[in-house]
């Protein structure tokens, strides 16, 4: 069972960056497509970026498109979300999840991510 741990999150100024990482433990990172969720107060967990195992795909929300960049460096087993120019909606707890069973070269759908971090806190003031 693959282990997922978040960190980077914090609080930062509207307009600013944070660079999010999550290492994998306990699988090949390269057997997984990854993917970065949240949740802010008061609503469901959506979908934020995700990454194919090859690394040659992604996808994004279209909430964050041209701001955030997710990559993966799977000799470290570490996959990161890069959040430029961020905004207040943008704060919520983020999460790392794990896709199974995805291709190489395939970012996988949201219902192939059933592993999860603990999520780490991203706060973004005014």
């Known amino acids: 069972q693959v282990q997922l741990v978040e960190s980077g999150g914090g609080l930062v100024q509207a307009g600013g960056s944070l660079r999010l990482s999550c290492t994998a433990s306990?699988?090949?990172?390269?057997?997984?497509?990854m993917g970065w969720f949240r949740q802010a107060p008061g609503k469901e967990r959506e979908f934020v970026a995700a990454i194919s195992r090859s690394g040659g795909a992604t996808r994004y929300a279209d909430s964050v498109k041209g701001r955030f960049t997710i990559s993966r460096d799977n000799a470290k087993n570490t996959v990161y979300l890069q959040m430029n120019s961020l905004k207040p909606e943008d704060t919520a707890v983020y999460y790392c999840a794990a896709g199974g069973g995805s291709s190489w070269f395939v970012v996988p759908p949201v219902s192939d991510f059933g592993s999860w971090g603990q999520g780490t806190q991203v706060t973004v003031s005014s």
């Open positions: 306990g699988r090949t990172f390269s057997s997984y497509g």
